[in-house]
């Protein structure tokens, strides 16, 4: 039986995800601060699909929670087949006006923290020759986001970090960033961001990411939504320049 961890599975794409890898009959370890949440969370799959949940209520943007979740889930016993990287948050505003202490919640959580886990967990899969880190990015690591610049510089750490990664594991090992697009969780509600557009739903990003277990050898890097792919796409090919202020035109702050 695969056990796999999701980290920020209290709600939104690692809640949804949390649910169909229960359903595919993945022994789980959530983690998030809700702890309230989680339990809800493990019980219903307990219930039912039959499989152990383990329920680790912490806060990721600690220094030295990554190591604090390691040393408690190799005490429990558990060895992680799947490790998935989730957990995060943006702040929405011009950077002249950031709290400092949230974006350096925001760089520990987004980066700091998944790099860790990432260097804590991948080594007993290396040895095993099996076993998956999914990396959740963002459309926002395609180009500069001006009103968002911290939150789109930790999704292209995210998506560098993981490319290269893929490019390091041995075969029988996976390694994949995703990009989700905007999808409607509670992200905007925490970011302070509206809403634009239409949103995926959770369902989407949680099919892509059951493609890239599936598959033998997924793509280093996937993104949510054919929209989402053509419009990386024209990122990469427009002038920086253009590229830059058609972001600030729909994120930056009108004062
Ligand atoms: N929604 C979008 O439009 C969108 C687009 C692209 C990428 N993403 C990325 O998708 C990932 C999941 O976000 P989401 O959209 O599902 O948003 P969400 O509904 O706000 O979920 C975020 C999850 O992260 C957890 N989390 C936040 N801060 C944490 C902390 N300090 N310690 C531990 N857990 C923490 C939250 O749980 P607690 O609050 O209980 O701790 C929650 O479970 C994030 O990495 C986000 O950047 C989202």
Redesign the pocket.
Known sequence: MSTALI?????????DLAVALAARGYELIL????KD?LADLAKELKSAHGVGVTVYA????KPGASAQLEKQVLADGHSVDVLVN?????TGTRVVNENRAAVA?EIQ??VGTLVDLTIAFLPGMVKRKSGAVVN?????SYQPVPGMAVYAAT?SFVRSFTEALWGEVPAGVKVFAV?????A????D?SGVHKFGS?AS?SEVTEVILAGLDSAKPAPSVIVGARNRIMARISRIVPRTMAIKVAGSMFLPKN
């Open positions: 980290t920020g599975a209290s709600s939104g794409i690692g809640k983690v998030a601060r809700r949440r912490m806060d990721l943007a989730n957990a995060g948050f943006g919640e959580l987004n959740i990015a963002s459309t926002a999704k990009s989700p697009g905007a999808t969780t509670e992200f905007f925490v949103l959770t």
